[in-house]
């Protein structure tokens, strides 16, 4: 019966999120519904104490860069800096290759450890124009991103500094650039296979003469370049750069600086007692919020006219953008934490672990409660704390090495979460202005891709010993 609650709340979240409801409101609806399903008595503790916490830390953690990758993307678009790239896209690869063209502009960024929900805002504005110059339909723009932002290198390419590549470090002793064959076979699987489904997805709509707008009320469209003449294309991609840049600088540069932690007064008056924050916990969002500012005064450094002449209003949408995007991700992250907690959850936890094979096991363990908490490092943190050393010990009696453990924990992460109530995809969405309906098809089958590539990594293993 615990599972029976802890699924039905999970497919009552999904299926609302699919028919456009406010995840905002139906996140605790869904987690207190199954909490009062449990034991009516802790609802309001469990709402209190749990989901908002949750929901609160990570709006205090992580609403700047919602907030600061909202106002980039807006001035990348209003500076004509996106239409001056798209220009010079088409010119080299062709429009026909629009979709191939967004895919490496967002694995650039990620693999530069640009965070996931900042790409999807820096991104979307170059998306845009680049597919209605081609003429594909905007609700592929979603499964497009996805790929480049939200697969190979978020989790499989070796080195890859997302925190979903960084998380099994600290339970199998090893780094990032665990299993590099095998994270690079896994890798190229998924681009070929992804980059095919979307291509074959293309040309599906122009057989039928379906083109940008078609199909899709444009909601959140990219304003139009007021501008005269554009940006040389190489001064439009310097703010892309310099954030990649900057935040691989300052993640070195933080921690050198201010030591593990650090410590102030917060007031001249009084003796209240001092602020001291851990530094190696927000190191990597410092480096984020302040690789976005050095892109932000770039952008305006270089097209300081185009900028002014719309900066209070395009903030004012950005702004507007960001609050959704973080409080729906917000939202699910509360209704993950509070699921996590109920029996329920250990039920699904237990009989996951009855899996003989100890890399199945992992992979199935680890993407399934990734697919249930609506997050890849959240669903991966929650399996390899309960269950990390029987899978080391697995992996040991079977000879299997731990930087194999480290790779497909990592990919698996990276695998079913992305179900239609995760933050991210519900983050993707509302930048781009699609519905579920309309655009959820394609990255759901970019999350099949990306779950069958865990397989191919560990079949690979088992008949080639690749590492």
């Not at 998924?190 to 899709?216: C, F, H, M, P, Q």
């Not at 959850?345 to 100890?358: K, R, T, Y």
């Not at 930048?431 to 990306?450: E, S």
Request: glycine content about 10%.
């Amino acid at each position: 019966m615990a599972f029976l609650i802890v699924l039905a709340a999970l497919c009552f979240l999904m299926f609302v999120a699919y028919r456009g409801y406010s995840v905002i409101l139906f996140a605790p609806v869904a987690a207190l519904g199954a909490v009062l399903l449990t034991d009516p008595s802790l609802v309001a503790p469990m709402f209190t104490g749990l989901f908002m916490d949750k929901m609160v830390g990570f709006l205090k953690l992580y609403f700047p860069v919602f907030l600061l990758g909202a106002i980039f993307g807006k001035l990348i678009e209003v500076s004509g800096f996106s239409k001056s790239i798209v220009a010079a896209t088409i010119q080299l690869v062709g429009a026909s290759r629009a979709m191939l063209s967004i895919v490496i502009v967002c694995a650039l960024l990620t693999y530069g450890g640009v965070s996931l929900f900042v790409v999807v805002f820096a991104v979307y504005p170059f998306a845009a124009e680049l597919f209605r110059q081609s003429n594909i339909p905007k609700r592929l723009i979603p499964g497009t991103i996805a790929l480049g932002a939200f697969t190979f290198t978020m989790d499989a390419l070796p080195g890859t500094p997302q925190i979903q590549n960084i998380i099994p470090a600290s339970f199998f002793g090893t780094n990032a650039w665990a299993a590099p064959w095998l994270g690079i076979l896994g890798g190229v699987f998924i681009l070929i296979v992804g980059l095919s489904y979307l291509e074959w997805r293309r040309r599906a709509a122009l057989k039928t003469g379906e083109g940008y707008a078609d199909g899709a009320a444009l909601v959140n469209e990219p304003a139009s370049f007021a501008g005269g003449k554009l940006a040389n294309p190489l001064i439009a991609l310097l703010p892309l750069v310099l954030v990649g840049v900057s935040n691989k600088l300052f993640t070195s540069w933080i921690p050198g600086f201010y030591g593990d932690s650090h410590s102030f007064d917060p007031a001249v008056i009084g003796s209240t007692p001092p602020v001291v924050q851990e530094v190696s916990k927000v190191a990597a969002i410092w480096a984020v919020e302040g690789a976005l500012l050095v892109g932000i005064a770039c952008v305006i450094a270089f097209a300081w006219k185009p900028v002014m002449a719309s900066f209070a209003e395009g903030t004012k949408s950005a702004i507007g953008g960001a609050m959704l995007a973080a409080m729906n991700t917000a939202s699910e992250y509360g209704f993950g934490a509070v699921i996590a907690a109920l029996p329920g959850f250990l039920v699904v936890a237990n009989a996951l672990s009855a899996i003989p094979n100890p890399l199945v096991n992992e992979a199935v363990t680890v993407t399934a409660l990734a697919g249930i908490t609506g997050s890849a490092s959240g669903g991966m943190s929650i399996a390899l704390a309960a269950m990390a050393e029987t899978f080391i010990a697995n992996a040991n009696a079977a000879g299997i090495p731990m930087e194999v453990l480290h790779r497909v924990a990592a990919m698996a992460s990276g695998g079913m979460d992305t179900l239609p109530h995760n933050g991210a995809v519900i983050t993707l969405l509302a930048v781009t202005g699609l519905t579920h309906r309309q655009a959820y098809k394609d990255v759901f089958a970019i999350t099949l891709i990306k779950t069958a590539a865990v397989f191919v990594v560990i079949a690979a293993f088992y008949l080639a010993g690749i590492v």
